[in-house]
């Protein structure tokens, strides 16, 4: 017997309905065993791959673009150079007004640089969420390396008035400790969500938590809109980032490099105060 869709979103509230129990023990409730990828998760973000990349393996990608931003009354513009290589290595640097300020990741490890000059350690608790939030087609690239990624597909829903599909990113530990883990999971967390048409992300969502206190969670969203070509791949044409609800960097994209071949020490960070607790 052949099953006929009238609509791709029929098509995938089918695939949520039959996959509900391949979902991973933490987001179903069930106690099972934790499977590392759900297989229609894994479908879903290979279209989602080919919609940004049209095929091209994606290694490292450099985007130029004017910001624009906010914290509490302190407004500032400037330019911004975002870079990254793998989901795992980043480099975000901003030149405003008030002066140069950068964030590095590099694995479980992070440093900040604020207008001062002075390089500060990110806590590891906010380092287990893949580094490149401003082009997730890495994300779903390193579906294809790196196993200690796992993705499950949540369903078809509707946010901000958009039609989407949400997918979960989060980061598995092998024999990782009974207590340990479901912190890992908590905080790795990112909740990615594709226009339902195009698969293009429009929305992806994580939290960010204070140096001393991993179980307090400030959420933070990106959001995606006005995909273009640069270079082959979409990329789109405005980023902004929200701080707990409130407007925090406005980014307008001029051009994107990728495949560059980015050296990995252009991600490094202080021995001495990266990934500190």
Same mark, same amino acid.
Request: hydrophobic share 45%; proline share 6%; net charge negative.
């Given at each position: 017997?052949?099953?006929?869709?009238?609509?791709?979103?029929?098509?995938?509230? !089918?695939?949520?309905?039959?996959?509900?129990?391949?979902?991973?023990?933490?987001?179903?409730?069930?106690?099972?065993?934790?499977?590392?990828?759900?297989?229609?998760?894994?479908?879903?973000? +290979?279209?989602?791959?080919?919609?940004?990349?049209?095929?091209?393996?994606?290694?490292?990608?450099?985007?130029? /673009?004017?910001?624009?931003?906010?914290?509490?009354?302190?407004?500032?513009?400037?330019? /911004?150079?975002?870079?990254?290589?793998?989901?795992?290595?980043?480099?975000?640097?901003?030149?405003?007004?008030?002066?140069?300020?950068?964030?590095?990741?590099?694995?479980?490890?992070?440093?900040?640089?604020?207008?001062?000059?002075?390089?500060?350690?990110?806590?590891?608790?906010?380092?287990?969420?893949? /580094?490149?939030? !401003?082009?997730?087609?890495?994300?779903?690239?390193?579906?294809?390396?790196?196993?200690?990624?796992?993705?499950? @597909?949540?369903?078809?829903?509707?946010?901000?008035?958009?039609?989407?599909?949400?997918?979960?990113?989060?980061?598995?530990?092998?024999?990782?400790?009974?207590?340990?883990?479901?912190?890992?999971?908590?905080? +790795?967390?990112?909740?990615?969500?594709?226009?339902?048409?195009?698969?293009?992300?429009?929305?992806?969502? !994580?939290?960010?938590?204070?140096?001393?206190? @991993?179980?307090?969670?400030?959420?933070?969203?990106?959001?995606?809109?006005?995909?273009?070509?640069?270079?082959?791949?979409?990329?789109?044409?405005?980023?902004?980032?929200?701080?707990?609800?409130?407007?925090?960097?406005?980014?307008?994209?001029?051009?994107?490099?990728?495949? +560059?071949?980015?050296? /990995? +020490?252009? @991600?490094?960070?202080?021995?001495?105060?990266?990934?500190?607790?």
């Amino acid at each position: 017997m052949t099953i006929r869709f009238k609509s791709p979103m029929n098509l995938m509230v !089918f695939i949520y309905s039959a996959s509900v129990l391949l979902l991973p023990g933490h987001v179903s409730g069930q106690t099972a065993p934790i499977p590392v990828r759900g297989p229609n998760a894994v479908a879903i973000a +290979s279209k989602a791959l080919q919609a940004l990349t049209g095929g091209t393996t994606l290694t490292d990608i450099t985007l130029q /673009a004017t910001a624009n931003y906010t914290a509490g009354s302190d407004q500032e513009l400037g330019v /911004a150079t975002l870079a990254a290589l793998g989901n795992q290595q980043s480099r975000v640097a901003l030149s405003l007004t008030n002066g140069l300020r950068t964030e590095i990741r590099s694995g479980p490890a992070g440093d900040w640089i604020g207008a001062d000059g002075v390089e500060y350690p990110m806590a590891i608790h906010n380092c287990w969420s893949d /580094a490149a939030w !401003f082009y997730p087609g890495l994300s779903l690239e390193a579906l294809n390396s790196d196993p200690g990624l796992g993705l499950a @597909f949540m369903g078809p829903e509707a946010k901000n008035g958009v039609a989407v599909f949400h997918l979960r990113l989060f980061r598995a530990v092998p024999n990782a400790s009974a207590g340990i883990d479901p912190t890992i999971l908590r905080l +790795s967390n990112e909740d990615l969500y594709l226009d339902a048409t195009s698969l293009l992300p429009v929305f992806l969502d !994580f939290n960010v938590h204070p140096d001393s206190d @991993f179980t307090r969670s400030i959420p933070v969203e990106i959001v995606f809109s006005g995909y273009q070509k640069m270079n082959g791949i979409a990329v789109p044409a405005r980023i902004q980032k929200y701080l707990n609800g409130s407007l925090q960097v406005d980014l307008t994209i001029g051009s994107a490099a990728i495949n +560059s071949g980015l050296p /990995a +020490s252009e @991600f490094a960070v202080t021995t001495s105060t990266g990934g500190a607790q």
